[in-house]
């Protein structure tokens, strides 16, 4: 296993390039389906007989950020995990090498599903791993029927050679994450407040600053070069999954524009402009996202659109 206090960059290229994502391979089943829950601190709430939601975090929080939501789901499964490094899993199981990619998280999601035998899942995955979950779709869609992708962003960086607005530029990147490497603690403080918005309600920045100081900041550092440095654009296509696009307005790292381009690039997406602002409306705003994705499932599912329970 790989140190935490490795500083290789992605996939051992030049530092600040950008990367192609790459679709995991096949995964064995987990030899050891309970430490694969353990590692992850696995949590399941809800209907045990109800519709399977899995819910996957972003970057800087944990399992802990879904808690406003889930009570509009008590009808379903909901499985409740921690990515490697955050919230309240086994830190000594991160690797850089592997979460150095996209895919390693995304492996790390299809092991959850494998470890519970978990069939016909919404995956759930706000922010970055809403490209986690367009990876581990496109590597192993038989145990899903659908996504829902909250604030997503397959390219945080613009591309001017293809009109494509991420909303950053490459320079934009390297100085955020100059800073982050620089003291990870001021980083947080200042970026939480951009990151969820909603300034009339700075509690919620506090939370989600909070949220990024319980983080690794190695971990962290990994974490955030990967997802800023990664390109997922090339996997859309091949997710041909029932998906739920969820955009918010004034959102700083996903513009409007970026919500759209992954609509339009995935075969069977609804995309849902929200009222909601900022980055993370499950909590900011989780009425009107329970309510977008329960209309979404009931359209799934042909039955009529309900509200919470």
Same mark, same amino acid.
């Given at each position: 296993?790989?140190?935490?206090?490795?500083?290789?960059?992605?996939?051992?290229?030049?530092?600040?390039?950008?990367?192609?994502?790459?679709?995991?391979?096949?995964?064995?089943?987990?030899? #050891?389906?309970?430490?694969?829950?353990?590692?992850?601190?696995?949590?399941?709430v809800? +209907?045990?007989?109800?519709?399977?939601?899995?819910?996957?975090?972003?970057?800087?929080?944990?399992q802990?950020?879904?808690?406003?939501?889930?009570?509009?789901?008590?009808?379903?499964?909901?499985?409740?995990? +921690?990515?490697?490094?955050?919230?309240?899993?086994?830190?000594?199981?991160?690797?850089?090498?592997?979460?150095?990619?996209?895919?390693?998280?995304?492996?790390?999601?299809?092991?959850?599903?494998?470890?519970?035998?978990?069939?016909?899942?919404?995956?759930?995955?706000?922010?970055?791993?809403?490209?986690?979950?367009?990876?581990?779709?496109?590597a192993?869609?038989?145990?899903?029927?659908?996504?829902?992708?909250?604030?997503?962003?397959?390219?945080?960086?613009?591309?001017?050679?293809?009109?494509?607005?991420?909303?950053?530029s490459?320079? #934009?990147?390297? =100085?955020?994450?100059?800073?982050? +490497?620089?003291?990870?603690?001021?980083?947080?403080?200042?970026?939480?407040?951009?990151?969820?918005?909603?300034?009339? =309600?700075?509690?919620?920045?506090?939370?989600?600053?909070?949220?990024f100081?319980?983080?690794?900041? #190695?971990?962290?550092?990994?974490?955030?070069?990967?997802?800023?440095?990664?390109?997922?654009?090339?996997?859309?296509?091949?997710?041909?999954?029932?998906?739920?696009?969820?955009?918010?307005?004034?959102?700083?790292l996903?513009?409007?524009?970026?919500?759209?381009?992954?609509?339009?690039?995935?075969?069977?997406?609804?995309?849902?402009?929200?009222?909601?602002?900022?980055?993370?409306?499950?909590?900011?705003?989780?009425?009107?996202?329970?309510?977008?994705?329960?209309?979404?499932?009931?359209?799934?599912?042909?039955?009529?659109?309900?509200?919470?329970?």
């Open positions: 296993m790989t140190a935490l206090t490795d500083d290789r960059d992605l996939d051992g290229t030049a530092p600040g390039a950008l990367v192609p994502a790459e679709v995991p391979a096949p995964r064995p089943a987990p030899l #050891d389906p309970a430490a694969v829950l353990a590692r992850h601190a696995v949590t399941t809800g +209907d045990p007989d109800g519709p399977v939601l899995l819910l996957a975090h972003g970057f800087g929080t944990g802990d950020a879904w808690r406003r939501l889930v009570p509009h789901f008590p009808d379903h499964r909901v499985v409740l995990f +921690d990515h490697l490094g955050s919230g309240r899993s086994d830190l000594s199981a991160f690797d850089h090498t592997r979460h150095g990619r996209l895919g390693g998280y995304a492996e790390d999601v299809l092991d959850v599903l494998a470890a519970l035998d978990l069939h016909d899942v919404t995956l759930v995955g706000h922010s970055v791993s809403a490209m986690v979950s367009v990876l581990a779709a496109a192993d869609p038989g145990r899903l029927t659908g996504l829902v992708l909250i604030a997503p962003s397959p390219r945080y960086v613009d591309d001017p050679a293809t009109g494509y607005t991420g909303g950053f490459l320079e #934009d990147v390297h =100085e955020l994450l100059a800073s982050l +490497d620089s003291n990870y603690y001021a980083w947080s403080a200042a970026m939480a407040p951009v990151v969820m918005g909603n300034p009339e =309600e700075p509690e919620l920045a506090a939370e989600l600053e909070r949220g100081v319980g983080t690794h900041p #190695d971990a962290a550092r990994t974490f955030a070069r990967t997802l800023f440095l990664t390109d997922s654009r090339a996997v859309l296509p091949q997710v041909s999954l029932p998906t739920l696009v969820l955009q918010c307005q004034y959102d700083a996903a513009p409007v524009a970026v919500g759209d381009a992954v609509a339009a690039a995935l075969p069977r997406a609804e995309l849902v402009r929200m009222a909601a602002t900022g980055h993370c409306p499950h909590v900011s705003a989780p009425e009107e996202t329970a309510a977008a994705i329960r209309a979404h499932l009931a359209r799934r599912r042909g039955g009529p659109s309900a509200g919470t329970p």
